[in-house]
């Protein structure tokens, strides 16, 4: 028992670290309960070894697993390291080489030509317009928000790149079709800004083919030039602040219709400062950014309203509009000027630049004004006649063309319509462009030519059927387009009813190289004919070139060169550095044999072929003209205030259908010169009628056009006048 009570009970510790055994003699002593003890050890064994095994294999993979993750963020933190610095390093470049923002805002490549009418009121742009430098702050707020929701509303929290853009452009991309980066860039306005800017390359003429083709590379998407103006942005954002950069845009911004920058546009669209636009038309402006050629509202109208119909939209979901403010600029969409709508002057403007000086007009490196002589109401006159002309007594669907020219008596061109669609640029101009025979038109400079070598209006000349043997031709019989004759006529007469035979006796008579020569005194460059058909208006000429020799006849015998530009001036300056092109020449003919024939001409209209023209309270003098074959036709005639001619034909030369000089040429002539004397007081023309012009009118009226006189007959007995004779051809005076 005391043995027994002698041992001492385990502790914890014991159990949990056992004793080492002291001796040799202890280490071979019995331990007591060893087997029991033994049996959960070997239970709790078997569990640790099953544990070690699936902890290596785990273990194994995962430590290849994160020594794998350890070596990916190794090499990507180095490599974003790298590729920071590169960045950092090519901004740092790009920013060191970027000017000041001023010297960023006008980035033409070539300057542009404003024109003025005669009052100084704009109608016409050409070239690439730049209306004057707008910042971020003096812009309407309306054409600001406008674009701002349109292009990027996250302008002033991103730092030049727009990643969430990026990506919501990709996915609309995917979902149209395309592919990821083809269509929308989700660039912001500082991307679009530093593409604007080329990337800060500058276009030089010698290391380029053409504007174009710097242009189209300036335009790149490929994933390299993506990356470029990424970081050109990013050195722009460092550089400039926000609104500088939007400043740069505002103003480098293609707009369309020739407009460079929110200035340009605004002037050339509504004319008014980019600081007064309206909702709706800050909104047509912004919608045009998309697609400035396609949506210029002189392109279409309709179609760059319903583009701003939906930026407006745009607007009042960002804030930029109340519910009210969006509905009063949807329900009173922006409408173009008067100016606008003109389509930038169209036939006349581009007139007047191919006469103007080609280093200020076509190619023009400086910003050029031009004052011309174009009078707007008298432009819309002519427009508006020859519309209802073709609306209300030409057959629909006819492909007939028709020109009209109006001008004074120095050839100041007033109005100038060169085809029936008048709301055209750089289209084809029947007025200055097409060679067209004469015809009757012509037969004034023969009478012009016979009264300065001192005959009279009411001298005689037989009508008659006569042929003529020209030199390597043979026989030539021209007829009247009558196909009749009227015997011993006066030359007013012939002149009057338009009669082929006598014209041709008289310009015969008088000799045709002087006949040639009246004429081209009159302007009419054009080579003329060398055969007795001369007299006939075999020749070619264009109608201004027509129009302008009859102003000569208007203004008492002096030669006309028709002009359109008054005054050229750099803009800024007050100077001019052209003064008018054009204007009255030298005397061609004599006053009185001018005012003679002007009475001629009058009776035309009074009393002969051209008595459609009439004009009611107006004396008007002028004359029909039908080519061979009736290919054209046309009138040219004025008053004591304006000149007018009319052509009217097919631009591939086929025959015209029941048209003559005297039909729908005189009635557009008369709907163009009734609207151009709106408002003006009649006076008479500069004429001299010969005397005893009354009595002849009664005889002519009394005899059917009088007799051949004893003297007539015995000339034509000795020169021989016999049809078919060959005879030369004889006035009687």
């Known amino acids: 028992m005391a043995k027994k009570s002698g041992r001492k009970p385990p502790l914890v510790a014991d159990r949990r670290y056992p004793a080492q055994p002291r001796s040799s003699k202890a280490a071979s002593a019995p331990k007591p309960k060893a087997k029991a003890a033994a049996k959960p050890a070997r239970r709790k064994a078997a569990p640790a070894r099953r544990s070690r095994s699936r902890g290596g294999i785990r273990g194994f993979f995962g430590a290849v697993l994160g020594w794998f993750l350890r070596l990916v963020w190794r090499l990507t933190w180095r490599f974003s390291m790298v590729v920071a610095l590169l960045v950092a390093l090519g901004v740092g470049v790009i920013y060191a080489s970027l000017p000041e923002m001023s010297a960023l805002v006008d980035g033409r490549a070539r300057g542009s030509v404003t024109m003025q009418d005669r009052e100084g009121a704009v109608f016409a742009w050409r070239g690439d317009q730049f209306g004057g430098v707008v910042t971020a702050e003096s812009v309407s707020p309306n054409l600001k928000n406008a674009i701002l929701a349109t292009e990027d509303r996250r302008f002033y929290s991103h730092f030049g790149i727009s990643p969430r853009g990026i990506i919501g452009a990709i996915r609309i991309n995917l979902r149209e079709g395309r592919g990821p980066l083809s269509g929308h860039g989700g660039s912001t306005i500082t991307q679009q800004t530093a593409k604007l800017l080329c990337l800060g390359v500058e276009y030089v003429a010698s290391e380029w083919k053409s504007q174009a083709a710097y242009e189209a590379d300036c335009r790149q998407g490929s994933l390299w030039r993506k990356g470029k103006e990424a970081l050109y942005a990013l050195a722009m954002e460092l550089k400039y602040s926000k609104d500088e950069i939007l400043t740069i845009y505002l103003n480098r911004a293609y707009m369309g219709g020739g407009a460079y920058g929110a200035e340009a546009a605004a002037q050339r669209f509504f004319g008014k400062p980019a600081s007064a636009v309206t909702a709706a038309e800050g909104a047509m402006i912004a919608g045009l950014l998309t697609a400035p050629t396609s949506l210029a509202p002189t392109n279409n109208l309709e179609r760059s309203q319903n583009r701003a119909a939906v930026v407006i939209g745009l607007m009042r979901e960002q804030g930029y509009l109340t519910e009210a403010q969006a509905q009063a600029a949807l329900d009173n969409p922006a409408e173009l000027s008067e100016a606008a709508e003109a389509r930038a002057g169209g036939y006349f403007a581009d007139w007047v630049m191919s006469t103007g000086p080609e280093f200020f007009t076509r190619n023009t490196a400086d910003d050029v004004i031009i004052r011309t002589t174009l009078d707007r109401r008298l432009q819309t006159a002519a427009e508006d006649a020859m519309r209802y002309i073709f609306e209300e007594k030409v057959k629909e669907g006819s492909k007939a063309q028709a020109a009209i020219v109006v001008m004074s008596a120095d050839g100041a061109v007033r109005a100038m319509v060169g085809g029936r669609d008048t709301k055209v640029t750089g289209a084809f101009n029947r007025a200055t462009q097409a060679l067209r025979q004469t015809g009757s038109s012509f037969k004034p400079f023969v009478y012009a030519t016979a009264l300065e070598t001192g005959y009279s209006p009411l001298d005689t000349v037989v009508d008659e059927p006569f042929c003529m043997t020209i030199p390597g031709s043979g026989q030539w019989c021209p007829d009247n387009y009558t196909h009749k004759h009227y015997g011993q006529i006066t030359l007013a007469r012939a002149l009057r009813d338009s009669l082929n035979v006598p014209a041709i006796k008289v310009s015969e008579q008088v000799g045709r190289d002087l006949v040639r020569q009246v004429a081209e005194g009159f302007g009419i460059r054009s080579d003329l004919a060398a055969g007795p058909a001369l007299a006939l208006g075999v020749s070619e000429s264009t109608l201004i070139e027509m129009t302008g020799a ?74 029909t003209g039908t080519t061979q074959s009736a290919r054209a036709a046309g009138f040219i005639g004025f008053t004591s205030q304006y000149v007018a001619g009319v052509w009217m034909g097919y631009d591939d030369n086929t025959p015209l259908s029941g048209v003559t000089g005297a039909g729908l040429p005189a009635e557009i002539w008369h709907e163009t010169m009734v609207r151009v004397h709106e408002g003006l007081t009649p006076t008479p023309l500069p004429m001299m009628e010969p005397a005893g012009a009354a009595q002849a009118r009664d005889q002519n009226a009394g005899s059917g056009g009088g007799l051949e006189s004893g003297v007539e007959r015995l000339l034509r007995g000795l020169l021989g006048g016999e049809p078919g004779t060959a005879p030369q051809p004889q006035v009687r005076r």
């Open 550 to 623: 009859y102003a000569g006849i208007m203004n008492g015998g002096s030669s006309v060169t028709p002009y359109g530009l008054t005054e050229l001036k750099l803009q800024g300056d007050d100077a001019p550095l052209i003064d008018k092109v054009g204007g009255i020449g030298e005397r061609v003919i004599r006053t009185e044999a001018a005012q003679q024939l002007i009475w001629m001409m009058e009776q035309v209209v009074s009393d002969g072929t051209g008595h459609r023209a009439a004009l009611p309270g107006w004396q008007a003098a002028g004359t």
